[in-house]
């Protein structure tokens, strides 16, 4: 059983930098591919950056890249979302997820696990 929380989000302007965080409890949390997703108000979850446990390789939205980084820190169970030059469209609530020996994968209904959220608004 792993349990997910996250930390970080907050009220910022365009252009600004967040750094989330999302620590997890349990045992083996190197062996867990973890992701962020996000949620706007009236639209469905989407994917924003994964990386896989294996190699710690990273894949992330089109909508993201080049702006947000995600890593991992498996001594401190850990897992960031540093999200630079942000946009409006960036405003929404932004989930961790975690899936054992996960890859890659990008659908939400593939992750076992689910922190509540951190809400993340960005003002122009």
């Known amino acids: 059983q792993v349990q997910l929380v996250e930390s970080g989000g907050g009220l910022v302007q365009a252009g600004d930098s967040l750094r989330l965080s999302c620590a997890a409890s349990g045992r083996s949390f190197e062996t867990y591919g973890m992701s962020w997703f996000r949620q706007a108000p009236g639209k469905e979850r989407e994917f924003v950056a994964g990386?896989?446990?294996?190699?710690?390789?990273?894949y992330y939205a089109d909508s993201v890249k080049g702006r947000f980084t995600i890593s991992r820190d498996n001594a401190k169970n850990t897992v960031y979302l540093q999200m630079n030059s942000l946009k409006p469209e960036d405003t929404a609530v932004y989930y961790c997820?975690?899936?054992?020996?996960?890859?890659?994968?990008?659908?939400?209904?593939?992750?076992?696990?689910w922190g509540q959220g951190t809400q993340v608004t960005v003002s122009s």
């Open positions: 990386i896989s446990w294996t190699d710690d390789n990273t």
């Open positions: 997820a975690g899936g054992r020996y996960m890859s890659r994968s990008r659908e939400p209904r593939r992750f076992d696990y």
